[in-house]
């Protein structure tokens, strides 16, 4: 089984193929090909993935390649992770939105709709030529903003396109190592859109053990979440949100802290990975070890701006121990190649899932999953105050996608300013004009 990760030279790729190398089963991924427009990061992963899977006998084959057409021909799945523009411009996306008082992370707010405007018109080029050379092929999107992305894609692709996260994996995980409960055998309710989502219980053999977790401040200083919205927010929410929520229910304070940092994560993270390619240019650096020692600080200030505001203190070890977005890729392309049915939670088209939204608005939520895809089941509807930041947030979505498509300025106007974390139609003005300035990228978007 032939496995292509577009985006090939990316940093996280090594955790997918540490993946592929535990998996002996049968049907399992027996060939891996790269492709990255950018030869020197790709020959860097490369050499990582090398080491990885020294004295592995049935490691999967590699290639790697710049030609994206032979990287699509015969292949069976197709990880997107690419990064349009680099770090460069993600740090770039939260500097513009910094200046102008707003949050701008690479998902959330003005951020992420910069990204996304930039990686949309990429990845719909990509969707179609996957459609073209390999049509049977089922694609699995990383790529930032995940919900957006595969929404985009999904126009091209139908339910063969399945984004992914780890995040909802890795708060269910969290609570349930709170709670002293098995996270294997515990089912989580979880709703909403990618980095917009609650736990609303967490069933073990037939009880929710949630409310119990609510009732007792102590337990919810065991873990990340509890301390960084804090028990009396979390009893009065009912329901235990996504870490990416303290942007929204925190947001004076996130921007704040985001001002006041010597760095953005972007800046940090563009720093950090310029240093590891350019250790990897010397062929006698160990790839995997200084790769190990790089990902060790990246994990490691994971949202620090946001601890900080909080006063949430040092991530620790179950922080960091997200569950994996590799182990949620592998455990997908299992479930459909073997047709081994599980439940993961995934981000796929809403069908009838969410009342509020149209059946082909992408959702994230606990999905059947089997060799004909991955099904979102029946979910509870969501209290008002959910509703309304999701709703909105689709909002701006489906104005991305119609800037995308139509080029139009004042449709990426529209997105920034429906934007409930932008708030002002002359900010989003001046976004527009501090984001077409900083990305040639933007050049489509035209007046009008």
């Keep these: 089984m032939k496995l292509t990760i577009l985006g090939g030279g990316g940093f996280r790729v090594p955790l997918v193929y540490g993946a592929l190398l ?21 020959a860097a992963v490369a050499r990582v993935l090398a080491e990885q899977a020294e004295g592995i006998a049935d490691a999967p084959a590699l290639v790697a390649t710049t030609d994206l057409d032979e990287a699509l021909r015969g292949a ?38 910069a990204y996304g405007l930039r990686t949309v018109p990429v990845a719909v080029e990509l969707a179609r030529r996957i459609a073209l050379l390999a049509p049977e092929a089922w694609v699995i999107n990383f790529t930032n903003p995940a919900g957006l992305v595969t929404e985009a894609m999904s126009r091209h692709l139908g339910d063969r396109v399945i984004g992914i996260c780890d995040s909802p994996v890795g708060l269910g995980r969290r609570i349930a190592l709170a709670l002293g409960a098995d996270p294997a055998r515990a089912r989580i309710d979880y709703i909403g859109l990618n980095h917009l989502g609650w736990v609303r219980g967490l069933h073990v053999e037939g009880r929710d053990l949630l409310p119990r ?18 028990a009396d927010w979390l009893r009065s929410l009912g329901a235990v949100p996504n870490e990416y929520l303290h942007y929204y229910y925190f947001n004076r304070e996130a921007v704040r802290a985001y001002q006041e940092a010597e760095r953005t994560r972007g800046a940090f993270l563009r ?63 299992r479930a459909v190649a073997r047709d081994e049915r599980t439940s993961l939670i995934l981000n796929v088209r809403n069908r009838t899932t969410l009342a509020a939204l149209d059946a082909d608005a992408v959702i994230e939520a606990p999905c059947l999953v089997d060799a004909n895809g991955a099904h979102p089941l029946a979910a509870d509807p969501l209290p008002y105050h959910a509703v309304g930041l999701v709703t909105a947030v689709k909002g701006v979505e489906r104005a991305v996608l119609d800037a995308a498509e139509s080029g139009s300025r004042a449709d990426a106007v529209k997105a920034f300013a429906l934007h409930p974390l932008v708030d002002s139609v002359s900010v989003a003005r001046r976004l527009v004009d501090g984001y077409t300035e900083a990305h040639p990228a933007l050049a489509y978007l035209r007046g009008r």
């Design 22 to 42: 535990a998996d002996h089963a049968e049907g399992r991924v027996t060939a891996v090909t790269l492709y990255d427009t950018d030869a020197g990061r790709l």
């Design 271 to 333: 720093d950090q990975q310029e240093g590891f390619y350019g250790l990897m240019k010397d062929p006698a650096t160990p790839a995997l070890a200084t790769w190990d020692r790089t990902r060790a600080e990246r994990d490691a200030t994971y949202m620090a701006e946001n601890r900080d505001a909080a006063g949430a203190g040092e991530r620790d070890d179950s922080g960091m121990d997200s569950g994996g977005y590799e182990q949620v890729a592998l455990a997908l392309m």
């Design 213 to 230: 977790l609510l009732a007792d401040p102590e337990l919810l200083g065991t873990f990340e979440e509890g301390r960084l919205f804090g």
């Design 76 to 113: 069976d799945f197709v990880f997107s992770a690419i990064r349009v523009g680099g770090l460069a411009g993600r740090a770039a996306d939260e500097r513009v939105a910094l200046d102008l008082g707003v949050l701008g992370q690479e998902t959330v707010g003005a951020g992420g709709i």
